[in-house]
């Protein structure tokens, strides 16, 4: 079976729900740590607004609640798409690079990140944001959480900041891959779980099993399709990626030119 597709996200879901999981929403977790078989399936709406459609109807027709991090850009920020995964029962947050957008200027950053909130809580009470990598730009969005403080915004929580991984086992599909650290540049954490997985069936027969953590932060992006024509040219596309990634933190010229593409691609919609 194709990996990545809605297919093999529905065996995933699955496994879950026939393991005795829980899913929840990120902050329904954060309100309510309890100590029991819970799953938080976390999507970044980096691009592709269209398949997290998809993705949160399936996961509506087998009653499961996931949490959506939606872009300000014009691939992620499609009010239709997110009108309807508010209407299917998920939770909706910021996916905030206003640092990185800002270029290192802390209060127009803010002050982006203040509109933005704003925009988004016109869809749904928005009370948890997550950090976009930019992983081109040398700012951490991430760091304006370093001189401002989470509730004055009204919010509970950051998964990079608000989560205990060493009890908490997080699990991400970067790269199109699920042990793609090697590639990631912030979508990192520092974890004690010693538990590593290539393939989606390699973690539905770990479930099946009964050697999944009970507990688990899954991030999976808005790649996943049944498109044939749309998942090769996405495996291909990352394979490509990941390869200039690797490169270009070892080559200067790589990385400059890496990033002026980076940067026309997710031109912000104003």
């Given at each position: 079976?194709r990996d990545f597709t809605l297919k093999?996200?529905?065996?995933?879901?699955?496994?879950?729900?026939?393991?005795?999981?829980?899913?929840?929403?990120?902050?329904?977790?954060?309100?309510?740590?309890?100590?029991?078989?819970?799953?938080?399936?976390?999507?970044?709406?980096?691009?592709?607004?269209?398949?997290?459609?998809?993705?949160?109807?399936?996961?509506?027709?087998?009653?499961?609640?996931?949490?959506?991090?939606?872009?300000?850009?014009?691939?992620?920020?499609?009010?239709?798409?997110?009108?309807?995964?508010?209407?299917?029962?998920h939770e909706v947050g910021y996916h905030?690079?206003?640092?990185?957008?800002?270029?290192?200027?802390?209060?127009?950053?803010?002050?982006?990140?203040?509109?933005?909130?704003?925009?988004?809580?016109?869809?749904?009470?928005?009370?948890?944001?997550?950090?976009?990598?930019?992983?081109?730009?040398?700012?951490?969005?991430?760091?304006?959480?370093?001189?401002?403080?989470l509730p004055d915004y009204g919010l509970?929580?950051?998964?990079?900041?608000?989560?205990?991984?060493?009890?908490?086992?997080?699990?991400?599909?970067?790269?199109?891959?699920?042990?793609?650290?090697?590639?990631?540049?912030?979508?990192?954490?520092?974890?004690?779980?010693?538990?590593?997985?290539?393939?989606?069936?390699?973690?539905?027969?770990?479930?099946?099993?009964?050697?999944?953590?009970?507990?688990?932060?899954?991030?999976?992006?808005?790649?996943?399709?049944?498109?044939?024509?749309?998942?090769?040219?996405?495996?291909?596309?990352?394979?490509?990626?990941?390869?200039?990634?690797?490169?270009?933190?070892?080559?200067?010229?790589?990385?400059?030119?890496?990033?002026?593409?980076?940067?026309?691609?997710?031109?912000?919609?104003?």
């Amino acid at each position: 079976m194709r990996d990545f597709t809605l297919k093999a996200y529905r065996s995933l879901l699955e496994a879950f729900l026939q393991a005795g999981y829980r899913f929840l929403t990120f902050e329904e977790f954060l309100e309510h740590p309890e100590e029991c078989k819970a799953i938080v399936m976390r999507h970044d709406v980096d691009e592709l607004a269209w398949n997290a459609l998809k993705m949160a109807q399936l996961e509506h027709g087998l009653g499961v609640r996931a949490t959506y991090y939606f872009r300000i850009v014009k691939q992620s920020n499609v009010p239709e798409v997110i009108r309807q995964v508010v209407e299917l029962g998920h939770e909706v947050g910021y996916h905030y690079e206003d640092l990185a957008l800002a270029e290192g200027d802390e209060e127009k950053a803010m002050a982006s990140f203040e509109k933005n909130l704003a925009y988004f809580r016109t869809y749904y009470p928005v009370r948890t944001v997550c950090m976009h990598g930019s992983s081109t730009s040398k700012y951490d969005n991430r760091l304006l959480w370093k001189s401002h403080w989470l509730p004055d915004y009204g919010l509970i929580g950051e998964p990079y900041l608000s989560v205990d991984f060493n009890k908490v086992y997080y699990l991400t599909d970067t790269g199109y891959a699920w042990d793609g650290e090697k590639i990631a540049v912030r979508d990192v954490v520092k974890t004690g779980f010693d538990l590593s997985f290539h393939t989606t069936k390699q973690i539905v027969d770990c479930v099946g099993r009964g050697q999944f953590p009970d507990q688990a932060l899954i991030l999976a992006h808005t790649l996943w399709t049944d498109r044939p024509f749309q998942w090769y040219w996405l495996h291909v596309r990352e394979y490509i990626r990941n390869n200039i990634k690797h490169f270009a933190r070892n080559n200067k010229t790589v990385a400059v030119v890496y990033e002026k593409a980076v940067n026309w691609y997710w031109k912000k919609k104003h």
